[in-house]
């Protein structure tokens, strides 16, 4: 992961929201994050005041070499803490 992949400052609510799975052995509701929500919510419980949450997405040129990634990293005073990948091929 490196911070030029970074692409767009997020919120939690708005990450949850872009990431509700619907799945039966998950249950009648959606789920942020679906079979992914417990890393999920060790990711937020990192969050300090202060920190942001960024979607990240790898170059163009790594999808097409099939190494492509892309998700929501954690950055603290302008540091990756953490990332949970959402995306790749």
């Given amino acids: 992961m490196f911070k030029e992949w970074l692409d767009r400052r997020t919120t939690m609510e708005e990450c949850e929201n872009n990431n509700l799975v619907n799945d039966e052995r998950l ?3 959606p789920v942020p994050f679906g079979f992914q929500n417990n890393e999920w919510l060790t990711f937020i419980r990192q969050i300090q005041e202060g920190d942001e949450l960024w979607e990240f997405v790898s170059p163009l040129d790594t ?3 099939l190494c492509g990634r892309a998700g ?3 950055v603290r005073n302008g540091e990756i803490i953490d990332e949970i990948i959402t995306m790749k091929n």
Avoid: D, H, V
């Fill in 27 to 29: 249950g009648p509701k």
């Fill in 63 to 65: 999808w097409g070499k």
């Fill in 72 to 74: 929501i990293c954690l």
